[in-house]
Structure formats: structure tokens, C-alpha cells
């Protein structure tokens, strides 16, 4: 007996469909924009495909968190795949509530995927999950004032030095222009901010074994960097009001400012027609100081441990991740491909310079920070960023401080 599978157009025998009958259960945060979800459009071919029925249950961030930890209080099973990123994969697999997925792939299936991707399901040594999508912070900057301040539009600055200096340029309180935009509205969006300028210099918030290593000397050059900007007038006051992306890109939009770090949709929030730099926005390789380097926010799926469909959960993640979905999803959302063949897909990199940059910023390292201890780690580090930045402290003295109040935290954690 067979059967026509209309997604591929193959014929395939009925024993070919081991888990036809399950149901799975999906908890996930957001699919995304109405005319631009990125997994449930795949889900009616994956079951046609696969006899598998899927319940996919949306929930915003905190009303998932608070189901899942209770379905994970209680060991239950009515979840099979729940959503996650690299905060928490660490959070929930350092509790052992999920499946531990690294011997499930051979380790060359797992180098297909970009590394920045395997963020979001990485804890430790080991994956807990497989990525949905990959996502990166990127540098981004205004043509129309870097003309204005008497630079070429077409050469943004690719080490520290070029930017102070172009960011000089630009700025102009008087007329209420700036050199760089920045988010320091929020603990969360401070920790965000250091890390990108402590990726650059080469350094960590933590080793491997969670010993704290952000007030060594690159953490301290770091926080130095982002001092020097506000020192030297060049970050716009706004800044101290930004706590989230859509504030951050409301105030980008405005054209006020040179410069800033930025996820993917603050490229199409400045093309938007609300935008009064619509078509006036570069994005480039974020500029160097020991190296060039990203921040990711990349989002995945995770299997339960005490899910009673593990194989049929692995065939479904396996599924949105193929290559011909990843380049689909991709071409249709504007969110970047998991797999490194998708990512340098010809036909994907020239339809946008999105696409084109994030393939060359991928070949640099890519960091976000995850423990279980995070959002301590955020709410204790977070004010003391702040102080240094205002001049309250000094960076080392900022950074000394803080790791003196998490030492005891982490290591009840241990």
C-alpha cells in the first residue's frame, strides 16, 4: 500500500511512517508575524508526510515560563517540544528537565549547523535542542549623516579607531545629532551591551566552569570602551531610556543618530514607511578592536525529558531544519538559516544585504551569554554597568563589585 506525499511528490510506503499516529505537543512563545510565521507554516506537510499530528500552542514568554515550570514540577508529559533560547537551555537543563540531544546526531550533522545557532540550545558541552532560526546583532549606520558630517557613505568604519572618529564626526548635541545610539534603559539591555564590546576584545562573562572572569582585564577594557563613548559626548541621552528593541528602533527610525548595534528588524523597521531614513541605512561587519564579533538571538526547540514521544519529537525538529525549509523560511521571514550551506546559499545572499553580512559576520565569534544563575547575574551586574557608565565608579571597581555580590550565588549553584 502506498500513498502520495503531495509536499515532495515521492511515493511512500505506510511502514515508512513508524510514529503515524502520535500527537505532539508544541509549546512555543511567538511564531512571529502574521505574514511572516516561521515554523507552524510547515507543520500540515510534516504530517501529511509523517502520519504525526501536531498541537502547536503559542503563549507569550512569561505565561510559557510559568506552564512549563509547572509541567517540569510535576514530571508530566503533556509537553513533548517547548521553545527555548540560551538562557533557558541552561536554566532548564542544568535542572535536568530536558533531553539531552548530542548523541542523537552524528557530529558532522551537528557542524552543518552555524555555530551562533547552537547557542540557543548549548549548555555546557552539550545540545539540549535544534535551532529554529539564527539571529545576530549587526552594525548598522546612517548614510545620510555620515554625508553630512563629510564621510563616505559606502565605507563605515571596520576597527575602534574609525569609529570614535566617525562617530566625532557625526555628533552634534546642538542639533541634536550623535555619534551612536545605545540601550541603557533596562539591566537586561546593559548586560546585552557589555557583551558586545567584551565579545571584541576576546573575553567572557564566565569560563566554562562558571568562574566569573567579566572584571579581568578584557571585562575591564570593555566597559572601559563603552565609558569612553559617553566621555567623550557621543551617545545620544536617549540611550538612557531605551530598555527594548522596539523602543531602541523607535528612536533609530528618527535619524538622529550615526550608529548602533541592532537585530535584523531594526534594518526593516529603517526601511519601513514610518522611517525618515528609509533607504539610507548601511549594515556592516561590526567594527574590530582585538576582533569583530556578534551577539546572537537565536531561538530553538527543546525535547522534555519526560516526554513519552522523544523519537517522534527529534523527526519533527529534524524536519523544519532541512535545507530546502531553512532557505523557504528565510526567503519569507527575513530570519537567518541554522544551517552554514543555507546561510551561503547564493540566491539567498543576494537578495538581501542582510543575508549577504550575516554569512561574513558568522565567520568571526558569536556570544551570548547563558547560565542558570542568569537573571541574577543580570539584576546584580546590570546597576553596577550603569555606575561605571555614569562615572559613579570606575570600571574595574564597578566590575569588583559585582562579582563579589554573585560569588556566593553561583556557587550555590554549583
Known amino acids: 500500500m502506498c500513498i502520495l506525499l503531495a509536499f515532495t511528490g515521492v511515493l511512500i510506503s505506510a511502514s515508512s511512517k513508524p510514529f503515524a499516529g502520535t500527537k505532539l505537543t508544541i509549546l512555543t512563545a511567538s511564531d512571529g508575524l502574521e505574514n511572516a510565521r516561521i515554523t507552524s507554516p510547515y507543520i500540515p506537510s510534516f504530517e501529511?508526510?509523517?502520519?504525526?499530528?501536531?498541537?502547536?500552542?503559542?503563549?507569550?514568554?512569561?505565561?510559557?515560563?510559568?506552564?512549563?515550570?509547572?509541567?517540569?514540577?510535576?514530571?508530566?508529559?503533556?509537553?513533548?517540544?517547548?521553545?527555548?533560547?540560551?538562557?533557558w537551555t541552561s536554566e532548564f537543563a542544568s535542572a535536568n528537565y530536558l533531553e539531552d540531544l548530542t548523541n542523537y546526531l552524528s557530529k558532522e550533522e551537528w557542524d552543518e549547523f552555524v555555530p551562533g545557532a547552537l547557542d540557543?540550545?548549548?549548555?555546557?558541552?552539550?545540545?539540549?535542542?535544534?535551532?529554529?532560526?539564527?539571529?545576530?546583532?549587526?552594525?548598522?549606520?546612517?548614510?545620510?549623516?555620515?554625508?553630512?558630517?563629510?564621510?563616505?557613505?559606502?565605507?563605515?568604519?571596520t576597527n575602534w579607531d574609525e569609529f570614535i572618529e566617525y562617530a566625532q564626526k557625526i555628533a552634534d548635541p546642538k542639533a541634536n545629532k550623535w555619534g551612536v545610539l545605545h540601550d541603557y534603559g533596562s539591566n537586561d539591555s546593559l548586560l546585552i551591551n557589555f557583551q558586545e564590546h567584551l565579545i571584541l576584545v576576546g573575553g567572557r562573562i564566565t569560563d566554562e566552569?562558571?568562574?566569573?572572569?567579566?572584571?579581568?582585564?578584557?571585562?575591564?577594557?570593555a566597559l572601559e570602551r563603552i565609558i569612553e563613548l559617553n566621555r567623550l559626548g557621543l551617545v545620544d541621552p536617549a540611550s538612557y531610556g531605551i530598555g527594548e528593541g522596539p523602543v531602541k528602533r523607535s528612536r533609530w527610525i528618527q535619524g538622529r543618530n550615526g550608529m548602533e548595534w541592532g537585530w535584523a528588524a531594526d534594518y526593516f523597521a529603517s526601511n519601513s514607511n514610518e522611517s525618515k531614513i528609509k533607504g539610507e541605512v548601511g549594515v556592516a561587519i561590526i567594527p574590530a578592536i582585538n576582533t569583530s564579533g556578534a551577539i546572537t538571538g537565536s531561538e530553538g526547540y527543546a525535547i522534555s525529558k519526560f516526554?513519552?514521544?522523544?523519537?517522534?519529537?527529534?523527526?519533527?525538529?529534524?524536519?523544519?531544519?532541512?535545507?530546502?525549509?531553512?532557505?523557504?523560511?528565510?526567503?519569507?521571514?527575513?530570519?537567518?538559516?541554522?544551517?552554514?550551506?543555507?546561510?551561503?546559499d547564493p540566491e539567498l545572499v543576494n537578495s538581501s544585504p542582510l543575508f549577504k553580512v550575516a554569512a561574513e559576520q558568522s565567520k568571526y565569534p558569536t556570544y551570548r551569554f547563558a547560565a542558570p544563575f542568569n537573571a541574577e547575574l543580570t539584576d546584580i551586574l546590570g546597576p553596577e554597568l550603569l555606575a561605571a557608565i555614569n562615572g559613579e565608579k570606575s570600571a574595574k571597581q564597578a566590575l569588583d563589585d559585582a562579582a563579589a555580590a554573585l560569588q556566593p550565588i553561583i556557587q550555590a549553584y554549583k
Open 307 to 344: 516526554s513519552k514521544n522523544k523519537q517522534a519529537a527529534l523527526e519533527f525538529l529534524k524536519y523544519i531544519t532541512r535545507d530546502e525549509i531553512q532557505k523557504d523560511m528565510a526567503m519569507r521571514t527575513g530570519w537567518y538559516p541554522v544551517k552554514k550551506s543555507v546561510l551561503e
Open 209 to 221: 566552569n562558571n568562574n566569573i572572569t567579566f572584571n579581568d582585564e578584557k571585562g575591564i577594557e
Open 120 to 157: 540557543a540550545v548549548k549548555y555546557g558541552n552539550k545540545y539540549f535542542g535544534i535551532p529554529r532560526f539564527y539571529s545576530i546583532r549587526h552594525f548598522y549606520y546612517n548614510k545620510q549623516l555620515f554625508r553630512e558630517a563629510g564621510l563616505d557613505p559606502n565605507k563605515p568604519p
Open 48 to 87: 501529511e508526510e509523517t502520519g504525526i499530528k501536531v498541537d502547536f500552542i503559542e503563549l507569550s514568554q512569561s505565561n510559557l515560563h510559568t506552564r512549563l515550570a509547572t509541567i517540569f514540577a510535576a514530571k508530566s508529559p503533556d509537553v513533548d517540544l517547548l521553545w527555548t533560547w540560551a538562557g
